[in-house]
């Protein structure tokens, strides 16, 4: 339920409005915008039956959303949201964003090196894993802790805004110690005490599809965070696991659009996990660009073959400028920048 409140309406009726409806077990989110005042009411709306919001003074319209994701729509919320992630740098705009680095964060001079190069480039958020959800626990699990002082470290000295992932719940304050951006992997997508947890945050959240999501489930994920209030949410196309075998997934390009028309918050494409494979990133990047992503999350290496993880999918910095050049282009067209 969203009640437009008149433009006039007053301090004293919003917080009376609030007042009795919290009454009613209804939770508020406000969104203040140029012009009027919307609330966003979630909760046992039969109780509106009873108490119909029309009558509260202040109030203009009362607008059922339809759609299950409430806080995420674009009924709720027209205009796109820019998300800050760090001082100057923002997502949502013209400007389309990149995030780029190696898939695990193996040592502090590696992972230095990689970030000087991507930075070069211009991409402005490093990425990189020290918690890392590998199919086999066998498989390097990323360095923890250490990790992510190696990010954060880094970070500081190229300027870079930072994103890594977190996996459980129990690690969200930890890792919001070193982190400017948290990553919600694939394999998370649905783990609602993480994003519950995160939504108790104010940090940005990267929420990534999960690997056989629908796009209404992505949304409903986000919908976890952002009533708990936090409203500082991206999402991200990262690829679905289809019957093609000759790609690690298969890039649901059709998300991008559909997702831009469903919902106010930003989205990415992640072209490495979505191709797997170094030589399609490109394509998978571009196509992104040209379907209008607001940002690209693109695995980078020095050295891929001596990767610790995901190597086959990563750019060798040479190939990563090369790509943001044609990037560049391809936003041109679009009437984005890079
Ligand atoms: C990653 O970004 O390294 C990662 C594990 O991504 P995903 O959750 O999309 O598989
Ligand atoms: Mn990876």
Known sequence: MIV??????TE?????????TEALGLKA???RGVERTIIGFIGPEDVLRVTPLEVFPGVESVVPVLAPYKLVSREFKKELSVIKLKDDIHIGGKQIIVMAGPCSIESHAALLEIAKEVKKAGATVLRGGAFKPRTSPYDFQGLGEEGLKYL??????????TITEVMDAR??????????IYQVGARNMQNFTLLKELGMTQKPVMLKRGLSATIKELLMSAEYILSKGNFNVILCERGIRTFET????????????????????????????????????????????AAGCDG?????HSNPQQALSDGAQSLLPEKFESL???LRLVAQAVLRQI
Do not use: C
């Open 4 to 9: 437009i409140l008149k433009p006039d309406a």
């Open 12 to 20: 004293e009726q919003l917080q009376h409005l609030i007042k009795k």
């Open 29 to 31: 989110h406000i969104s």
């Open 152 to 161: 954060q470290e880094v970070g500081q000295a190229t300027g870079m805004a």
């Open 171 to 180: 690690d969200v304050e930890l890792i919001g110690k070193y982190s400017d």
């Open 246 to 289: 000759a790609t690690r997934n298969t890039l649901d390009i059709n998300a991008v659009a559909v997702v831009k028309e469903l919902t106010h918050l930003p989205m990415m494409v992640d072209p490495s996990h979505a191709t797997g494979y170094w030589n399609f990133v490109g394509a998978a990047a571009k196509a992104g660009v």
């Open 296 to 300: 690209l999350m693109i695995e980078v």
């Open 324 to 326: 943001m050049g044609e």
